[in-house]
């Protein structure tokens, strides 16, 4: 079996991860290409946080105890020796955080963006499942923005790239494409041991 190009791609909630994991799907569809998103490897059974100033509690998503990393982990090596994949896109805020994990992404891109823009597209998104958007925003206030600046901002340093992801410019994901394109150019000979 030919060993795929295993990238990760991390960045705060609504830095626009998601985004760039479905361009690169859809770039190299004559590829075959996979895409596991951590956030499907929340743990039933999250910690419960209460907010630094408004003392809510929250179920929290946005910390690494919340994630299922053993199962996470075996999903990805899995779809490294049986899905004979050319790439393995592994996207989430938090996948920086565990060590386990970065030993297998060959590759790691951060996305970097400003709060308040990431505020705002997750208002967007999160607004359209029907999530009322006084809450959305106490929640983001209250929790994500803390957690994102504890958890997931650190992490950024563990990227081999960091990305701007405020520039609506293409220049950041052509760049990217090309040199995919090199890397499988460059593999075709290597095979998963």
């Known amino acids: 079996m030919k060993k795929p190009l295993i990238i990760g791609i991390s960045g705060g909630s609504g830095s626009g991860k998601t985004t ?6 859809e770039h190299f569809n004559h590829h075959k290409v996979r895409i596991i998103h951590s956030d499907r490897y929340f743990k039933k059974m999250r910690p419960i ?11 929290d ?10 199962r996470l982990i075996s999903d990805i090596d899995i779809a490294i020796c049986n ?9 989430g805020f938090l996948i920086f955080h565990f060590e386990v994990l970065r030993e297998r992404l060959e590759y790691k891109f951060y996305i970097d963006c400003e709060s308040d823009e990431r505020l705002v597209r997750r208002i967007a998104r999160d607004s359209k499942d029907g999530n009322n958007v006084t809450e959305i925003v106490a929640e983001y206030l209250d929790l994500v923005r803390h957690s994102h600046d504890k958890y997931v901002e650190p992490t950024k340093w563990y990227a081999d790239l960091i990305i701007n992801g405020t520039s609506s410019e293409n220049k950041g994901r052509q760049i990217i494409v090309d040199w995919i394109q090199l890397e499988f150019l460059k593999r075709r000979w290597t095979y998963c041991v």
């Open 61 to 70: 998503f946005n910390q690494p105890e919340s994630v299922d990393i053993e």
């Open 20 to 25: 760039w994991s479905h361009y690169l799907l």
């Open 83 to 91: 899905d004979e994949l050319d790439l393995l896109i592994v996207e």
């Open 49 to 59: 946080t209460r907010a630094p100033f408004s003392n809510k509690e929250y179920d």
